[in-house]
């Protein structure tokens, strides 16, 4: 398939949408991002790579770093059903820093990908981590992705301005659902949202997920067959906020957004993709970035439905 014309003419199509979004402004350094960046990139099953425009530049992955965060956990911990007493498997239909349905579900995030969801998982993998941030990035490069940093600026600004986050991991512990130190969770997450990382590295470490849980490459597995399906199946119903059951509507792929404008999507048995457009809709979401993965399903044909 020709995915080099493709991309650049969702490219086209995608640029008249250029100021219809705005970048995330409650995080400093995210605030100064050049809105008009833009890049694509593709990794196959066969060993293909394809790039388009600031494919090759960093960003802070945000939330998107809560699909190696999860992997991780299920990787390390073999907690396996266990887990899933204290997390639940469920979209949210509210915002994904919302304290009052966290207090309505009695301390039980209602899925990973939120931020209190995330949060607990960091809880779980403090149990088998000696130390945690170094852990993460270690993880993500056996993923063949080497050119990955935490994003220092990024950490501690979230840190400055984290009080949504500290009161989602207080309420937690309140509950007997948080056994670490909040101060503990609360600076793995922050650097963990602080990941910089390309779209071509993304779609890269990404892989895995398209592969039955198994790397490309160096072959090593990752996740079981069942472990990668449920983190699949999650993406698809969870991973843009409250806006998932529209991205699965337009997209038909399983991914994960993150309020630094970046998305990952994949394939299984073909492909993973990213894009990279910080301009956000009112969910969170990238204005361009949705639209551009919503052309290449529809110009390639494929999709999990």
């Known amino acids: 398939m020709a995915y080099q014309r493709i991309l650049e003419e969702i490219h086209h199509e995608v640029s008249p949408l250029f100021g219809q979004g705005q970048v995330a402004d409650y995080i400093e350094p995210l605030k100064q991002v050049d809105p008009q960046k833009f890049g694509m990139a593709i990794e196959t099953l066969d060993g293909e790579c394809y790039q388009l425009g600031d494919a090759e530049e960093r960003f802070s992955i945000q939330s998107?770093?809560?699909?190696?965060?999860?992997?991780?956990?299920?990787?390390?911990?073999?907690?396996?059903?266990?887990?899933?007493?204290?997390?639940?498997?469920?979209?949210?239909?509210?915002?994904?820093?919302?304290?009052?349905?966290?207090?309505?579900?009695?301390?039980?995030?209602?899925?990973?990908?939120?931020?209190?969801?995330?949060?607990?998982?960091?809880?779980?993998?403090l149990d088998h981590l000696t130390d945690i941030n170094a852990d993460m990035l270690a993880f993500v490069r056996e993923l063949r992705c080497s050119d990955i940093h935490y994003d220092k600026t990024v950490a501690n600004s979230e840190k400055l301005t984290g009080y949504n986050n500290a009161a989602l991991v207080n309420f937690m512990k309140g509950q007997g659902n948080i056994f670490h130190g909040v101060d503990q969770v609360l600076d793995a997450y922050f650097h963990q949202c602080s990941i910089a990382m390309t779209c071509a590295g993304l779609a890269r470490s990404m892989l895995f997920l398209a592969n039955g849980g198994v790397v490309p490459g160096s072959g090593k597995r990752i996740l079981t067959v069942s472990q990668t399906k449920q983190i699949n199946a999650i993406m698809l119903t969870c991973g843009f906020y409250d806006e998932s059951g529209k991205f699965a509507y337009r997209v038909g792929m399983p991914?994960?957004?993150?309020?630094?404008?970046?998305?990952?999507?994949v394939i299984p048995g073909k492909l993973s993709i990213a894009v990279w457009s910080p301009e956000l809709n009112k969910n969170?979401?990238?204005?361009?970035?949705?639209?551009?993965?919503?052309?290449?399903?529809?110009?390639?044909?494929?999709?999990?439905f």
């Open 255 to 265: 991914g994960k957004s993150g309020v630094g404008g970046g998305i990952v999507a």
């Open 64 to 125: 998107v770093s809560k699909v190696f965060n999860l992997a991780l956990a299920l990787a390390v911990s073999r907690v396996g059903n266990d887990l899933w007493k204290r997390v639940d498997m469920e979209p949210s239909g509210n915002p994904f820093n919302s304290l009052v349905q966290l207090e309505y579900e009695n301390g039980i995030p209602r899925n990973p990908f939120i931020n209190a969801g995330a949060l607990l998982v960091i809880d779980v993998l």
């Open 284 to 304: 969170g979401n990238s204005v361009l970035g949705i639209k551009a993965l919503e052309l290449f399903t529809t110009k390639t044909g494929l999709s999990i």
